[in-house]
Every structure is written in C-alpha cells, then in structure tokens.
C-alpha cells in the first residue's frame, strides 16, 4: 500500500513541475528564456521562488512597457538579487543596480559573470543609502522601483531626490502589491502603499503621471510618470 502511495506521490509531483514549466513558456518570458534561472550561490527554494515569480510578476510584459531602452541608462532601485538588473543589461545601455545591503549587491556582481562578456560592462552596482540612491544629477533616464517603494521612509521625500538623478523627459516606473488578498507570498498589507495615494505622491513630487495600470498583473500594479 505504502509503494502505491509513492507512485501516486510522485505521478503528481511531475505533473504539477510540468504545469509550471508550461506556465513559465508563455509569450510574455519567451525572449527570456535563453538566460538562466539560476544565480549563483542560489537555493533549490530560490530557484522554485523565481519559477513562481516568473509567472505572476511576467517579467517580459514589464520590461516590455519600458520600451526601446538599447540606448537608455537605468536605475533599478531595490534590485535585491539582480532580478531585473541581469535581464535588462544587455538589452540597455547601462544598469545601475542600487541597493542599501553589501551582500545582495556581491550577489549581482557574481550572477553577472552570466552574462555575455560584452554585455557585464553595462550592469553596474551601487550601495545607497535608505533615504538616498545615490545618483549623480540627471544621470539615468528610467527609475526602476519593484517591490521596493513601500519600505522607503519618508516616501515622498524620496521620490523628489531621485527625480533630481532623472533627465528631463525620463520616465519611473513603479511596480508594488495590490492592496487586497493575495495567494503568494506577498508582504502583509501594512508594508504595502494603496495606487491612488503613490499617484498623489508622485504629482506632488512634481513627476507628471503616463498610466497607471492594475490589470496587466494579477497581483500587482505598474505606476509610469515622468520628470517634466
């Protein structure tokens, strides 16, 4: 009885991998798919975390809103692992990838050897501060902020120093969890900031609002504005 219930086990465990593996296949990560899942120094739970986020966050849709950027210079704030910073490094002039922890950014130096040699030169790592990304005047044209903004203090003390890093014409995008329930692992909604009240923030900060979208992901919304 016991082996039955091994084979049962196991014939479900490799139906629901496949499932995923079809998931991940869908045409929005498409163009992704020649870069690998895997980062350096990762975990078997990482690897199945990233899986996951491949299919709810839809990488390729997001990095598709940013438009042509082969000759733009981004700032990925909050870049954590890297998790967007190595995707749009060879696709861009440069990457910035700013974080306020040491060990992530040793983290995306090392996960860049998987990039193509040419392509290493255009990801570059900052340490910053919590109230201040460091960023040289008008230096990049996009801000990149995802799943970051609602653990910045002082929110719309921030988001006026960074614009002042952003050419003119430059756009920020933000991308952070719904305010409702959600079945990921998501942060409890104390650490989460309603669409309406980051759109308030932005225009007082002076940025002028391009769309806010809460229908191209499931379990998140994407603000774009820009420094006029």
Known sequence: MRKQWYTFYFLILAFS???VNKEIN?????????????????????????????IWQKPGLVIEKLGDVSDKTIADIGAGTGYFSIKLAPKSKKVIAIEIDTNLLRKIDSSKTTLPL??????ETRLAM????????????????????????NTEKY????????????????????????PINAPPRTERIYLDVLE?????SGYTLIQSDDTSLEYQYIITAQNN
């Open 118 to 123: 040419d392509k290493q030169i255009n990801l």
């Open 200 to 204: 308030d923030m932005l225009i007082k």
């Open 26 to 54: 869908t045409q929005d990560d498409k163009q992704h798919l020649n870069q690998p899942i895997e980062e350096p120094n990762q975990t078997v739970d990482d690897v199945y975390h990233n899986i996951g986020r491949a």
């Open 17 to 19: 991998i496949s499932c």
């Open 159 to 182: 988001l006026n120093t960074i614009k002042k890093g952003l050419k003119k014409g430059g756009k920020i995008m933000i991308i952070d969890y719904k305010m409702k329930k959600l």
């Open 130 to 153: 919590p109230e201040n990304p460091n960023l040289l005047e008008k230096e990049v044209d996009i801000i990149l902020i995802i799943n970051t903004i609602a653990y910045i203090p």
